[in-house]
């Protein structure tokens, strides 16, 4: 009876952990009852057609994949895209130039005549989601391994080919529940995108690294583009023919303000999550993964802010780079730091013992546990290595250029290619090299060389290391304990290498060959090191991949049978979820309670003028001391509310989500984490998990006074 009064207890602490309040990115395509009744409870307006529906306009239709790796909403009748600066970053850098520095200056549109075509961007609209779980499951039956994944990957093609036959539309097959359940996603996506609007980066980028996964908050973190169509609404390439969308549905734009305990809800494409995550893998993570990751990300940041804080040429080619290498820098020293903090590896061990206890008279699933032991065992003494070959070897840009031409070496070398496998390869190879050229700044880039070099010999077991490499690069240019060995070697890797060198490169392209190609130090370097790892431990790597796999199906399956009440949600991977909760503010530690909203004030007193990360436009102080906050003034605070929190549960890709109150209405948009949860991806805390968002009322403060854009403002459906 005691030990069967333990599973119980065990069982319940696991039922608890996963239905915390506001924890969940829901499929709106699977929104259970019991889901919307909470909603509803908390204090929703819309019916569950208006959320998600495929025959009528529903909230689903304003909400778009923007640029890849984001997420946008429409906004006006018109094809207006809100999401945020840091989204919109490459594109603004991109048009910018030192001339006109819209990243730094900010940019608005005055009319449509000024709008600037983004070639690289473009945005998806989700048309429907179908549930061809057992299409998938007929097919792969009895499979398991490399056999599973290979008729896996063909299945999905078949089926979502078949399923776009003849419509233009894209789609992909996505597996939920770690391939318990599989969904087929079908888009439209449109390519003529065009910049509409930007904050100067001082307003947009506020707080920088500093404040960079912090609260509170002052960041303006917004921008505005639009999606344009042909003449009948379908997509088509840039034409100044085209014209602006006219979407299913819009948001409108609510200015009436929040206040705390509002309900909010969040749309979005939460990139990824591993909530179900094993005590292996968190271990594995902590103990080695995150802090090579931050380590060598910290060398790589310190080299290239070196050179941007002398030259603004310099700033601007590098700012998108720098920008996304400093976000998980943070982001994983954090994660790290709060999974030991509030003690996730325990928990994720008791939750295991449950399972265990549960699963002894299973054969199914009785030796899950001993089979994930085993494998992470086979996998963990080569795993600092793949993170220092990533982000240190290949961290390097010049590295990481001159391991993309082992694509040429392979066509030069392999038998039986292709005609012209050599030219295509090569061709490809000059495209890509333009490309570097104008990303490529050499003294940043030769010290990341160095350093990423001598870290890899001193972090990484000798017995891992590219055999001659380390006793070669010592007989020419010094003992391998000396920084100043390095340096020799990368400056003169960067100076012999024929990737800097039009003459060498003009020459080896007419004429490619094996030989040439091998001996270029900078290939040389790349390739040695790449091949190491390819060679020898990629296919471990694969295998413990693979395995993990199969345990994790497995192992959800279990779980699925133990709860089968549960209201479970499957982990976030790049589909459309919404999540939903309240505007709160929190207490982090000890005698601090953090506000729920933040206001201009607070950006005054963050004010350093001159200052990388807290400067602002000239005329930003004056519009504040002259209290021209218009329409967009909140009447509690006597100021322009700049961000608030909401108890919502998002991750990496929800960046330019849309916040909607009750009524469908966007008052924000989502744009961080709080360091305080940092472990959101794996764990999620109730008690400490923040959504940082813009409130739209700043974003059309800064568009209408600090940009004088009231055409943008004109657009909108203003809901007062």
Known sequence: MRKHLVVLLLLMAISIKWAKA??????PYLLGQQTYNDMVKRGLKLTKEQLYSINKASVKDAIVIFGGGCTGEIVSNEGLIFTNHHCGYDAIATASTVEHNYLKNGFYAQNKQQEISSPKLSVQFLVKVDDVTKQVEDALKGLSGVERVQKEQETFGQIAAKAVEGTGYEAKVVPMFKGNQYLLFVYERYKDIRLVGTPPESVGKFGGDTDNWEWPRHTGDFSIFRVYADKNGKPAPYSAENVPLKPKHFLPVSIKGIKENDYAMIFGYPGGTNRYETSYGIELKNTVENPSLVNLRDIRLKAMFEQMKKDPAVKLQLASSYAGIANYWKFFDGETKQLEKYHVLDAKRKQEAAFAKWA?????FANIFNDYAANYKAWSPYAK????????????????????????ERALVTANM???????????????????????????????LAATCHMFYTDISKDQQPIG?????QSKYGPLNEDATYRKWAANLMANTMIFNDAKWAAFVKNPDATTLQADPAFAYASTFVKNYTGKYLPLYNQFVVKNNDLG???????????????????????????????????PRDAVNYDYVTTMKGVLEKYVPGDYEFDLPANYQDLYNKKD??????????????????????????SGSPVINANGELIGLAFDGNYEALSHKIQFDSNYNRTICVDVRYVLWCIEKLGGAKNIINELKLVK
């Open 22 to 27: 506001d924890e969940g990115m829901w499929l």
């Open 360 to 364: 002894q008279d299973k054969p199914e």
């Open 385 to 408: 290595g793949r993170v220092y070959l990533n982000e240190g070897i290949l961290g390097s840009p010049v590295a990481a250029f001159a391991a993309s031409l082992m694509a040429v």
């Open 418 to 448: 292709p005609k012209d496998a050599v030219q295509k390869a090569v061709d490809a190879a000059v495209a890509a090299r333009k490309n570097f050229l104008e990303s490529e700044n050499k003294p940043s880039d030769e010290k990341i």
């Open 469 to 473: 490499f380390y006793e070669d690069l």
């Open 553 to 587: 199906r497995e192992y959800l399956k279990g779980v699925m049978q133990m709860q089968p009440n549960a209201n479970r949600y499957p982990d976030a991977n790049f589909t459309m979820r919404v999540s939903y909760g309240q505007v709160k503010p929190y207490a």
């Open 629 to 654: 906050f218009g329409q967009y003034k909140d009447p509690k605070h006597n100021d322009v509310v700049v961000c608030f929190i909401t108890t919502n549960d998002i991750t990496g890709g929800n």
